[in-house]
C-alpha cells in the first residue's frame, strides 16, 4: 500500500467525520467550527494511532513474538476497546490546567477558536515527528498546541508555568526511570538464569515469578489508569470498593496482587513443563517470554486507548459542548460520536501509518528479544504505578522508549567484560597501541624513528577510535537516540507556535 492511498484513505475516514456532523448537527450555530473540529479530531486521533502506539508494541514487534501484522491487529482491537469502554463520559475542556479559562473573556467562540487551533497543531506536529521517526508524547503535543493557542488569546500571563514545569521536569524522569527499571529486570534475568550454571533449573524458578510480577504490573497500572475514568461504574458493580472519585493506589495494587497470585498458581506448572522440553541455550530461554509479552502489548494498548484518547476527543468535545450550551465549561461531557472518532481514528492511524514507528522502537534503536522486550514492557507499567503514587510527572512514550536505551547501554556495559567480538578487536588495538607507545618510549635518540612512531601510534589511535565508534552503535544507535531526545525537547514549543499561528488565522476566518 503506497503512502499516497495511505494519505487517501485517512483523510477519507477525517472527511467522513466532517460529513457525519454536518448530517447529524445540521441546524447548531456556527456548524461549519464544529465540521472543521471533527475533521481535526480524526486527524489527530489517527497521529495518536501512527505515533504514540509504536511504544506499546514495538518491543514485541522487534522481539519477534508478534509479527507487524499481528501487532497492528492487536493493537487496534484493544485500543479501541479501552477508549470506547474505559474511556469515560467527561473531559477536562483545558488539558492538564495550563491555562487559566480568564483568558478567553467568557467568550465561546474565543474557546473554540484556541481548541481548534490546539488539535490541530498537535497533529501537525505528530505527523511531522512520524515522518522523521521519532517517537514523541502525543500529551505533551497537545499541551504545546493549548498553551500556544492560550498565550494567542490572553497573552504570557494566563499560563500555568508550574504545570509547565512539572512537563519539562518529564523529560528527564521518564526516560531516567524506565531506562533503569528495564535495565534492572535485564540485569536480573541475566545474572539469575543466563549467568547461572543450570539455566533451566534457574527459570523454573524465576521465570514464574517474573510472569506474576508483569502480572500485578499491568493490573495495577490497568486499574490506575485504564480505569479511572469509568471508576464509578467498577465501584457500583463491586460495593464493596471505597467510595472514591477514582482507583486508589492501594485497590490498584491489592487488584494486582490478587492477580499476581492466580497468575502464578496458574502459570508455574506450565512454565516448567514446558522447560523441561528445551534446550539450555538462550534462544530457548527466550521462548518463555512470548506469551507473556502479547500479554502485555495488549493491556498496554487497552490502558493506553483508555486514558490517552483525551488527547483527540478531549479538545473536540469541549468544542461540541462550547457550541452546544454557548457557555466555557471546565468539564465537559464525551458523546458517542466524539469517542468513536477517537477510538476508531486512532485505529485507523495505527493501520495505515504505524508500522513506520513501530519498526523504530522495536529495531532501529537497539536490537532486542523476548527477555529484552519483557524488561521494557515491566518498565512503561511499574514506572506509571511509581509515579502515580509518587505524584511525578511521566510521559509513557518517554518512559517506553528510555526502557529501550537502558536495555541498549546495559548490554554495552556487561559486554565490556570482553565476550563480544568487537570488544575483543577493540582490546587488540589498544594492545597495538600501547606497543608502540612503549616503543616510543625506550627509541633513545633516533629521531626519524620517533616521527614514524608518532604518525603510527596517531593512525592507530584513529582506528581504535572508529572501532569504539562500531562497538556504540552495536548496541545503542547514537544518532536516533540524539533525534529522539531533540524532538522530546521541542515538543511543547514547537506545538505551541503552530497553535498560535492557527489561532490567528482560525479567529480571522470567524471574525
Same mark, same amino acid.
Given at each position: 500500500?503506497?503512502?499516497?492511498?495511505?494519505?487517501?484513505?485517512?483523510?477519507?475516514?477525517?472527511?467522513?467525520?466532517?460529513?457525519?456532523?454536518?448530517?447529524?448537527?445540521?441546524?447548531?450555530?456556527?456548524?461549519?467550527?464544529?465540521?472543521?473540529?471533527?475533521?481535526?479530531?480524526?486527524y489527530?486521533?489517527?497521529?495518536?494511532?501512527?505515533?504514540d502506539?509504536a511504544?506499546?508494541?514495538?518491543?514485541?514487534?522487534?522481539?519477534?513474538?508478534?509479527?507487524?501484522?499481528?501487532?497492528?491487529?492487536?493493537?487496534s482491537?484493544?485500543?479501541?476497546?479501552?477508549?470506547?469502554?474505559?474511556?469515560?463520559?467527561?473531559v477536562?475542556?483545558?488539558k492538564?490546567?495550563?491555562?487559566?479559562?480568564?483568558?478567553?473573556?467568557?467568550?465561546?467562540?474565543?474557546?473554540?477558536?484556541?481548541?481548534?487551533?490546539?488539535?490541530?497543531?498537535?497533529a501537525?506536529?505528530?505527523?511531522?515527528?512520524?515522518?522523521?521517526?521519532?517517537?514523541?508524547?502525543?500529551?505533551?503535543?497537545?499541551?504545546?498546541?493549548?498553551?500556544?493557542?492560550?498565550?494567542?488569546?490572553?497573552g504570557?500571563?494566563?499560563?500555568?508555568?508550574?504545570?509547565?514545569?512539572?512537563?519539562?521536569?518529564?523529560?528527564?524522569?521518564?526516560?531516567?526511570?524506565?531506562?533503569?527499571?528495564?535495565?534492572?529486570?535485564?540485569?536480573?534475568?541475566?545474572?539469575q538464569?543466563?549467568?547461572?550454571?543450570?539455566?533451566?533449573?534457574?527459570?523454573?524458578?524465576?521465570?514464574?515469578?517474573?510472569?506474576?510480577?508483569?502480572?500485578?504490573?499491568?493490573?495495577?497500572?490497568?486499574?490506575?489508569?485504564?480505569?479511572?475514568?469509568?471508576?464509578?461504574?467498577?465501584?457500583?458493580?463491586?460495593?464493596?470498593?471505597?467510595?472514591?472519585?477514582?482507583?486508589?493506589?492501594?485497590?490498584?495494587?491489592?487488584?494486582?496482587?490478587?492477580?499476581?497470585?492466580?497468575?502464578?498458581?496458574?502459570?508455574?506448572?506450565?512454565?516448567?513443563?514446558?522447560?523441561?522440553?528445551?534446550?539450555?541455550?538462550?534462544g530457548?530461554?527466550?521462548?518463555?517470554?512470548?506469551?507473556?509479552?502479547?500479554?502485555a502489548?495488549?493491556?498496554? @494498548?487497552?490502558? %493506553?486507548g =483508555?486514558?490517552?484518547?483525551?488527547?483527540? #476527543? +478531549?479538545? $473536540?468535545?469541549?468544542?461540541? *459542548?462550547?457550541?452546544?450550551?454557548?457557555?466555557?465549561?471546565?468539564?465537559?461531557?464525551?458523546?458517542?460520536?466524539?469517542?468513536?472518532?477517537?477510538?476508531?481514528?486512532?485505529?485507523?492511524?495505527?493501520?495505515?501509518?504505524?508500522?513506520?514507528?513501530?519498526?523504530?522502537?522495536?529495531?532501529?534503536?537497539?536490537?532486542?528479544d523476548?527477555?529484552?522486550?519483557?524488561?521494557?514492557?515491566?518498565?512503561?507499567?511499574?514506572?506509571?504505578?511509581?509515579?502515580?503514587?509518587?505524584?511525578?510527572?511521566? @510521559?509513557?512514550? %518517554?518512559? =517506553?522508549?528510555?526502557?529501550?536505551?537502558? #536495555? +541498549?547501554? $546495559?548490554?554495552?556495559?556487561? *559486554?565490556?567484560?570482553?565476550t563480544?567480538?568487537?570488544?575483543?578487536?577493540?582490546?587488540?588495538?589498544?594492545?597495538?597501541?600501547?606497543?608502540?607507545?612503549?616503543?616510543?618510549?625506550?627509541?633513545?635518540?633516533?629521531?626519524?624513528?620517533?616521527?614514524?612512531?608518532?604518525?603510527?601510534?596517531?593512525?592507530?589511535?584513529?582506528?581504535?577510535?572508529?572501532?569504539k565508534?562500531?562497538?556504540?552503535?552495536t548496541?545503542?544507535?547514537?544518532?536516533?537516540?540524539?533525534?529522539?531526545?531533540?524532538?522530546?525537547?521541542?515538543?511543547?514549543?514547537?506545538?505551541?507556535?503552530?497553535?498560535?499561528?492557527?489561532?490567528?488565522?482560525?479567529?480571522g476566518?470567524?471574525?
Amino acid at each position: 500500500m503506497n503512502n499516497l492511498f495511505k494519505t487517501l484513505l485517512g483523510a477519507g475516514f477525517a472527511v467522513g467525520v466532517g460529513y457525519y456532523v454536518n448530517s447529524t448537527f445540521g441546524n447548531m450555530a456556527h456548524l461549519e467550527f464544529l465540521i472543521m473540529a471533527g475533521v481535526f479530531g480524526a486527524y489527530m486521533a489517527m497521529n495518536i494511532g501512527a505515533n504514540d502506539v509504536a511504544n506499546n508494541v514495538g518491543p514485541a514487534v522487534g522481539a519477534r513474538a508478534l509479527t507487524i501484522g499481528g501487532a497492528v491487529i492487536i493493537a487496534s482491537i484493544f485500543e479501541a476497546s479501552g477508549a470506547l469502554i474505559a474511556g469515560g463520559d467527561v473531559v477536562g475542556t483545558i488539558k492538564k490546567g495550563i491555562i487559566d479559562p480568564v483568558a478567553f473573556s467568557g467568550d465561546p467562540m474565543m474557546f473554540v477558536y484556541a481548541m481548534a487551533a490546539s488539535l490541530l497543531a498537535a497533529a501537525l506536529w505528530l505527523t511531522l515527528a512520524t515522518a522523521f521517526k521519532a517517537p514523541v508524547s502525543t500529551t505533551h503535543s497537545i499541551v504545546g498546541g493549548v498553551m500556544g493557542a492560550g498565550i494567542a488569546a490572553g497573552g504570557f500571563a494566563i499560563v500555568s508555568w508550574g504545570t509547565m514545569g512539572k512537563i519539562v521536569a518529564s523529560w528527564i524522569i521518564s526516560p531516567l526511570l524506565g531506562g533503569l527499571i528495564a535495565g534492572g529486570f535485564l540485569y536480573i534475568i541475566k545474572s539469575q538464569i543466563l549467568y547461572t550454571e543450570d539455566r533451566l533449573k534457574s527459570a523454573k524458578r524465576i521465570v514464574p515469578i517474573l510472569v506474576s510480577i508483569m502480572a500485578w504490573a499491568f493490573l495495577t497500572y490497568l486499574t490506575l489508569k485504564g480505569f479511572k475514568h469509568i471508576w464509578r461504574d467498577v465501584i457500583e458493580f463491586l460495593p464493596f470498593l471505597p467510595e472514591t472519585k477514582k482507583p486508589t493506589i492501594g485497590v490498584a495494587a491489592s487488584f494486582g496482587l490478587i492477580g499476581a497470585v492466580i497468575t502464578y498458581i496458574i502459570v508455574k506448572p506450565k512454565i516448567v513443563s514446558k522447560i523441561e522440553k528445551l534446550d539450555s541455550d538462550r534462544g530457548a530461554i527466550n521462548t518463555l517470554f512470548t506469551i507473556p509479552l502479547i500479554f502485555a502489548a495488549s493491556m498496554l @494498548s487497552f490502558a %493506553h486507548g =483508555a486514558n490517552d484518547v483525551a488527547n483527540a #476527543v +478531549g479538545p $473536540l468535545a469541549a468544542i461540541y *459542548d462550547a457550541l452546544s450550551n454557548a457557555t466555557i465549561s471546565a468539564k465537559a461531557s464525551i458523546p458517542l460520536w466524539v469517542m468513536v472518532t477517537g477510538g476508531v481514528g486512532i485505529s485507523v492511524g495505527l493501520s495505515l501509518f504505524g508500522p513506520r514507528l513501530i519498526k523504530t522502537v522495536g529495531s532501529e534503536i537497539t536490537e532486542l528479544d523476548p527477555m529484552r522486550a519483557f524488561s521494557i514492557m515491566m518498565a512503561a507499567a511499574i514506572t506509571v504505578v511509581i509515579a502515580s503514587q509518587l505524584g511525578l510527572p511521566v @510521559s509513557s512514550t %518517554h518512559i =517506553a522508549v528510555g526502557g529501550v536505551f537502558g #536495555v +541498549g547501554f $546495559l548490554r554495552e556495559w556487561l *559486554d565490556r567484560k570482553g565476550t563480544d567480538e568487537i570488544h575483543k578487536a577493540l582490546q587488540a588495538q589498544l594492545k597495538v597501541v600501547e606497543e608502540f607507545k612503549r616503543e616510543l618510549k625506550n627509541i633513545g635518540n633516533d629521531y626519524k624513528r620517533k616521527a614514524e612512531l608518532y604518525e603510527i601510534i596517531k593512525a592507530e589511535k584513529k582506528k581504535a577510535k572508529a572501532i569504539k565508534k562500531a562497538l556504540k552503535e552495536t548496541y545503542v544507535k547514537r544518532g536516533m537516540v540524539n533525534r529522539i531526545v531533540a524532538a522530546w525537547i521541542i515538543t511543547v514549543p514547537v506545538a505551541g507556535i503552530i497553535s498560535a499561528i492557527i489561532f490567528f488565522i482560525i479567529k480571522g476566518i470567524g471574525a
